[in-house]
Each structure stands twice: as structure tokens, then as C-alpha cells.
């Protein structure tokens, strides 16, 4: 297996890596330019670049590449820095590219309703794998998704069962009904997916936090949910809605660095009695109400 098959096969797995390629040489060194390193997710290598000081070196950056999913360039110096005098160099100096090698970005759309259409259309076209589950077979099926990576029509139940999500997965929960919600919500927490959202109010949010905590789900589960999802732009139908989940897990995908406005009304929740936790659930917005009512008709 080559290089490139194993990158193939590293993002079929759902995991993550980092590539890197001497690009640039002068003078003589151990290797030679366009040589690749693959350094896995578990620190694991297939290739070389010429070992030593220099491939330890760049083994450490490929890690930190991997987290930040952010290339980056390393120069060095073969002549002027003792360290690299290993018997193993001829001196000169070469830049070498690390870029990070990601899996796909799935996105796990529980719920085939109107907005669950647009989403799965805005999604896709921002490069997501859409996976859309109903348990209704006149909503999920493939006239309505017909290039959805997978529609699954069956139980959430045992949808939920046969999935499973990792670190790169994004799972947006848009179903019909409060019960269906929470039933999903109560698996998607346990999850490792990347992102979690879901449609709704925040006093229907609300209600569905507590009495999962008093299922014995921990609050601090509840602090990556994204609820009410999506960036706050106005949004009103489920076309605008649709965009507003998508400009959100691309925020995410990308790794914004930005506080989560959506939840700091969860924040400061915490640390207030219940009557003013349900005094602040009447105050949400027209579009929240509006987003758990377009799904709730279906």
C-alpha cells in the first residue's frame, strides 16, 4: 500500500492525520524534495523524510497540525544547528509543509421535515455527508434526499443503535415532536459527535434539560449543545433557518473562535432559582418559536 492509498484509507475509517512533504531544498540533505511522511492520529508513521532530529521534529508538529487543523511550513537549517549533526545529514536546509488530512464531515439529520430538507440541501452543498433518519418512510426516503450519503426510515430507537458517531460527526436534531427530541438528545450527549444541536424554544430546550438531568444525565453534558440551534440572523422560514444551522457547523467545522451566545442564557440558568429560570424561557424570540413550529406541523 502507498502513501496515498493510506490516507484513503485512514479518512474511510473516520480518522484524522497529517501529511508532510519536503518542498523546498538546498545543499544536501538525507532525503529528497516531494518526500512524504503520513503521522496517524495515534502517533503512528507510514513513509519517511530522512529520520532523525529533523523527523522528530516534524512527527511534534504533525500532532498539533492534526488538532488545529491548520497547515503549516518548518524550515531548517542543517548547516548552522548542531543538533541536527547526527551523522545522519549533510548539511543544508529544506522547508517542509505539514497539512492535516481530515475525515469527512458527517452530518446526522434526525427528522425529514421542511427544514430538515433545507438543511439537507445547504449542508451538502458546504461539503457536509448528510445521513437523514425519520421514522416516518413518506418523509425519509430518497425522492425527498435523493443525494443523502444514507435515509434511513426507522424507530429513532434502533437508528440511534446501528450509528456511531465520532469526533467528526455533527448531529442536528430536527424532529417532530418533544419526546422524539429528547429521545435523541439523550443518546446524541453520551456521543463523541463534534457538534449537537437542536430545533426549538428555549423553554422547550429547558424542559427537555431537566427532566433528562433527573434521568441522572450530568449538566455539564449539556454545555456543548447547541439549543436553540444555529447563529443567531433572524431567521423565520425553514429556508433561512436551514442556513442558519449550516453557517453555525461551519463555524464549528473551522474552528471559530467565538463565545456561544446561543447558550449563555444555559449559563446563567445555572445559577439562578427555577422561577426566574421559567421567567426567562417566556422571553424567547419569535424565531425559536417559529423553528419548533415549522417541524411540530409535520
Same mark, same amino acid.
Given at each position: 500500500?502507498?502513501?496515498?492509498?493510506?490516507?484513503?484509507?485512514?479518512?474511510?475509517?473516520?480518522?484524522?492525520?497529517?501529511?508532510?512533504?519536503?518542498?523546498?531544498?538546498?545543499?544536501?540533505?538525507?532525503?529528497?524534495?516531494?518526500?512524504?511522511?503520513?503521522?496517524?492520529?495515534?502517533?503512528?508513521?507510514?513513509?519517511?523524510?530522512?529520520?532523525?532530529?529533523?523527523?522528530?521534529?516534524?512527527?511534534?508538529?504533525?500532532?498539533?497540525?492534526?488538532?488545529?487543523?491548520?497547515?503549516?511550513?518548518?524550515?531548517?537549517?542543517?548547516?548552522? %544547528?548542531?543538533?541536527? %549533526?547526527?551523522?545522519?545529514?549533510?548539511?543544508?536546509?529544506?522547508?517542509?509543509?505539514?497539512?492535516?488530512?481530515?475525515?469527512?464531515?458527517?452530518?446526522?439529520?434526525?427528522?425529514?421535515?421542511?427544514?430538515?430538507?433545507?438543511?439537507?440541501?445547504?449542508?451538502?452543498?458546504?461539503?457536509?455527508?448528510?445521513?437523514?433518519?425519520?421514522?416516518?418512510?413518506?418523509?425519509?426516503?430518497?425522492?425527498?434526499?435523493?443525494?443523502?450519503?444514507?435515509?434511513?426510515?426507522?424507530?429513532?430507537?434502533?437508528?440511534?443503535?446501528?450509528?456511531?458517531?465520532?469526533?467528526?460527526?455533527?448531529?442536528?436534531?430536527?424532529?417532530?415532536?418533544?419526546?422524539?427530541?429528547?429521545?435523541?438528545?439523550?443518546?446524541?450527549?453520551?456521543?463523541?459527535?463534534?457538534?449537537?444541536?437542536?430545533?426549538?424554544?428555549?423553554?422547550?430546550?429547558?424542559?427537555?434539560?431537566?427532566?433528562?438531568?433527573?434521568?441522572?444525565?450530568?449538566?455539564?453534558?449539556?454545555?456543548?449543545?447547541?439549543?436553540?440551534?444555529?447563529?443567531?440572523?433572524?431567521?423565520?422560514?425553514?429556508?433561512?433557518?436551514?442556513?442558519?444551522?449550516?453557517?453555525?457547523?461551519?463555524?464549528?467545522?473551522?474552528?471559530?473562535?467565538?463565545?456561544?451566545?446561543?447558550?449563555?442564557?444555559?449559563?446563567?440558568?445555572?445559577?439562578?432559582?427555577?422561577?426566574?429560570?421559567?421567567?426567562?424561557?417566556?422571553?424567547?424570540?419569535?424565531?425559536?418559536?417559529?423553528?419548533?413550529?415549522?417541524?411540530?406541523?409535520?
Amino acid at each position: 500500500m502507498d502513501l496515498y492509498e493510506e490516507i484513503v484509507k485512514l479518512r474511510q475509517e473516520g480518522r484524522r492525520g497529517a501529511v508532510a512533504t519536503i518542498v523546498n531544498v538546498h545543499g544536501s540533505i538525507p532525503s529528497f524534495k516531494t518526500a512524504k511522511m503520513l503521522v496517524r492520529d495515534d502517533g503512528s508513521i507510514f513513509g519517511t523524510i530522512g529520520g532523525g532530529c529533523v523527523e522528530g521534529e516534524v512527527w511534534q508538529a504533525a500532532r498539533e497540525v492534526m488538532e488545529s487543523e491548520k497547515p503549516r511550513t518548518l524550515t531548517f537549517n542543517l548547516n548552522q %544547528d548542531p543538533k541536527y %549533526d547526527t551523522g545522519l545529514v549533510c548539511g543544508g536546509t529544506l522547508d517542509i509543509f505539514i497539512e492535516p488530512i481530515l475525515p469527512p464531515a458527517s452530518l446526522y439529520i434526525f427528522g425529514a421535515g421542511h427544514v430538515s430538507v433545507n438543511l439537507y440541501r445547504v449542508a451538502k452543498s458546504a461539503g457536509f455527508d448528510v445521513t437523514v433518519a425519520d421514522d416516518r418512510e413518506t418523509y425519509a426516503n430518497r425522492e425527498r434526499f435523493p443525494d443523502a450519503k444514507e435515509v434511513i426510515a426507522e424507530d429513532f430507537e434502533r437508528v440511534m443503535a446501528r450509528l456511531t458517531p465520532n469526533e467528526s460527526s455533527y448531529i442536528v436534531i430536527v424532529t417532530r415532536g418533544h419526546r422524539d427530541d429528547m429521545r435523541v438528545l439523550r443518546w446524541a450527549v453520551q456521543t463523541p459527535a463534534r457538534y449537537i444541536g437542536m430545533i426549538g424554544s428555549k423553554r422547550k430546550t429547558i424542559t427537555i434539560f431537566r427532566e433528562l438531568t433527573e434521568e441522572g444525565i450530568k449538566a455539564e453534558f449539556f454545555e456543548r449543545v447547541h439549543a436553540p440551534v444555529g447563529l443567531d440572523i433572524g431567521a423565520v422560514t425553514p429556508e433561512e433557518i436551514a442556513v442558519a444551522i449550516t453557517a453555525e457547523l461551519i463555524a464549528v467545522r473551522r474552528h471559530v473562535e467565538r463565545d456561544l451566545p446561543h447558550m449563555s442564557w444555559f449559563h446563567r440558568r445555572q445559577a439562578e432559582p427555577p422561577h426566574a429560570t421559567d421567567k426567562d424561557a417566556a422571553g424567547e424570540d419569535a424565531t425559536d418559536e417559529n423553528a419548533e413550529a415549522v417541524e411540530g406541523q409535520e
